[in-house]
């Protein structure tokens, strides 16, 4: 089982202000992003785990009702999108990034029911499912060479 890098506190904060969380998220990408370039695997992996946390966080939250899709959308996408930044930073940990991933996977699952009255999003899910299927293979196959 993973430790939570955020607190419970902060965690909860985030879900009832999605809109700075957003911002938050962003913020974090972009420092964790220029990490990497840096060659700062360890560092970019510790802010991308906390931008996995965020966006999840977010996802958790309430909607609004007068939210659009596309916020969704956007959303879902930036979720697998730091749980892949995670992965590839993991390289040293490989059992972290399965963690992080399978994790991914089955809170996607647990999403479902939620937008099931809203098909765009819904596809949306399978098709990030997909593309972290296929990621997975490509390190599983990765390590075999």
């Not at 909860?12 to 972009?30: G, N, S």
């Not at 996408?77 to 972290?96: G, L, R, T, Y």
Request: proline fraction near 4%; charged fraction near 20%; include cysteine.
């Amino acid at each position: 089982m993973r430790n939570s890098l955020l607190c419970p506190v902060y965690r909860k904060w985030l879900q009832l202000h999605p809109e700075q969380a957003r911002f938050e998220r962003q913020k974090l990408k972009l420092e964790a992003l220029q990490l990497r370039r840096e060659g700062e695997l360890s560092r970019a992996r510790k802010l991308y785990t906390q931008v996995w946390e965020i966006a999840q966080s977010i996802l958790f939250a309430l909607r609004r009702p007068d939210s659009t899709s596309q916020i969704y959308h956007q959303d879902l996408v930036s979720f697998v999108a730091a749980a892949m930044a995670v992965n590839h930073c993991s390289k040293a940990q490989p059992e972290f990034s399965q963690d992080v991933l399978n994790d991914t996977q089955q809170q996607l699952t647990a999403l479902m029911p939620l937008y099931a009255s809203e098909p765009q999003l819904l596809s949306t899910i399978h098709q990030l499912k997909e593309w972290l299927r296929h990621d997975d293979v490509m390190q599983f196959s990765t390590h075999l060479h």
